[in-house]
Each structure stands twice: as structure tokens, then as C-alpha cells.
């Protein structure tokens, strides 16, 4: 059964700092996986999903990787800025149409 | 395409009281899914269908929840009698059967006094 875990649970940077936001997974038999953004109170929002045969995938300062024989995947977020403030979620699923499992999130906080 | 949409999205009644909660998925999407964020326990699996039919319903708490899909654009999510630990928001997600994407609802903010 897929596990999935993100650390810290909680992260803060100065503003401009480039940083990265680790989840690891324990079934290296995962199908794909999706980064989410949640800001307090709101619903998810998808930034980036990254199928097993990929190793990466970019959109603007969000780079995602995929490291399938380690169970890990990272969120890169360059030139971080107080608007990515947020709570940010990793999922996983070892088949097209499974459910998604999710880690308890990593809640960022820049500071300007 | 309108994404997928959920309604109400808040609600708060009382303990006892019969929560029914509503989920029109993408169209063309052949699996739903419908989780429970909490505080404690995060973003977890209540039950999801594919083609209409219930595939997995181990994440359902108890008894007192129960969820249909009658056709391939409803699904409700159903809690009766209502207790205020299932206080919560309740999101539903849809994909295609080759599933690349799952793409959420904003979400049923559950209160229960």
C-alpha cells in the first residue's frame, strides 16, 4: 500500500530564497504523481504532475522531479515570494484510475 | 468545461440530522472519488467509483455513511445520523479511465454542532 510523507511540515524562508520541498513515497511502483497548492480555507489547486516515465516537470518557477528508485519527488520553487505562501500537498497512484494518497503537506510561509 | 462542482459549499447542522452531500463530475471522467480533509488525519479516501460502481469503500468511516452514484454526472455522499467529529471538509475528484490528472471540486465545508 502506498505511503506517502512530507518534511518539514512546516517551512519559512526570506523572500527571493529558492527552495525545496521534499516528499518521499514507499512504493517505487507508482504511476504518477501530483503536486498541489492550498492556500487556508480553499480547495486544491494542481500545480504540477509528473507521470512515472518522467523525470521532471517545469511550469514558470516550479520545478517538479521524480526519483522513482529513491521514493522521492521535490518541488523546487525559485525566487520564492510572499504570494507562495501556502500549504503545499504531494499525492500519489500506482494506477490510472486509484486513488490518490496524500502526504499531511509541507505549510510554507516567505517572508518579505 | 465548468470543472468539477460540488454543492452545498458549506453547511452546518445539527447533531442527528441527515447531510447529504452532491458531486457533478468533469464529462467524459469514468472515476470519481470523494476524500475528507481534517486537521488531525489531512486528505483521506472515503470511496470511489469507476464506470458508476463502487470500486473501494474501506476509507468509509462507520455505517452512517453512504454514497451512490446513479449515473456517470451525480454522485452524492451521504452522513446519517450526522456526529460533529465528522466535521470536515469534504472534496470529490474525477479522471478519465487512463487517469493522468485528477481534478478536484472546491470542496463541501461540513460543520456539525
Known amino acids: 500500500k502506498q505511503e506517502v510523507t512530507q518534511i518539514p511540515a512546516a517551512l519559512s524562508v526570506p523572500e527571493g530564497e529558492n527552495l525545496v520541498l521534499n516528499c518521499s513515497f514507499t512504493?517505487?511502483?507508482?504511476?504518477?504523481l501530483q503536486w498541489f497548492r492550498q492556500d487556508p480555507g480553499k480547495g486544491l489547486t494542481s500545480l504540477l504532475l509528473?507521470?512515472?516515465?518522467?523525470r521532471e516537470q517545469t511550469s514558470g518557477r516550479l520545478n517538479a522531479s521524480l526519483d522513482k528508485s529513491s521514493g522521492r519527488s521535490t518541488l523546487y520553487i525559485a525566487a520564492s515570494q510572499p504570494g507562495d505562501s501556502a500549504t503545499y500537498l504531494c499525492?500519489?497512484?500506482?494506477?490510472?484510475?486509484?486513488?490518490?494518497?496524500f502526504g499531511k503537506g509541507t505549510r510554507l510561509s516567505v517572508i518579505a | 468545461d465548468a470543472g468539477v462542482i460540488q454543492s452545498p459549499r458549506h453547511e452546518v447542522t445539527e447533531m442527528g440530522q441527515e447531510v447529504t452531500l452532491r458531486c457533478k463530475p468533469i464529462?467524459?471522467?469514468?472515476?470519481l472519488f470523494w476524500y475528507r480533509q481534517t486537521m488531525m488525519r489531512g486528505l483521506e479516501l472515503l470511496i470511489y467509483?469507476?464506470?458508476?460502481?463502487?470500486?473501494?469503500d474501506s476509507g468509509m468511516p462507520e455505517d452512517r455513511f453512504s454514497a451512490k452514484m446513479p449515473n456517470a454526472s451525480f454522485s452524492t455522499l451521504k452522513i446519517q445520523p450526522s456526529e460533529p467529529r465528522d466535521s470536515a471538509v469534504y472534496f470529490c475528484?474525477?479522471?478519465?479511465?487512463?487517469?493522468?490528472?485528477?481534478?478536484f471540486g472546491p470542496g463541501t465545508r461540513l460543520t456539525v454542532t
Open positions: 509528473i507521470q512515472s516515465s518522467q
Open positions: 512504493d517505487s511502483a507508482i504511476y504518477n
Open positions: 467509483f469507476n464506470n458508476n460502481v463502487p470500486i473501494d
Open positions: 475528484a474525477s479522471t478519465t479511465n487512463w487517469g493522468y490528472e485528477q481534478y
Open positions: 464529462s467524459g471522467h469514468n472515476s
Open positions: 499525492a500519489g497512484r500506482n494506477s490510472g484510475n486509484t486513488p490518490l494518497v
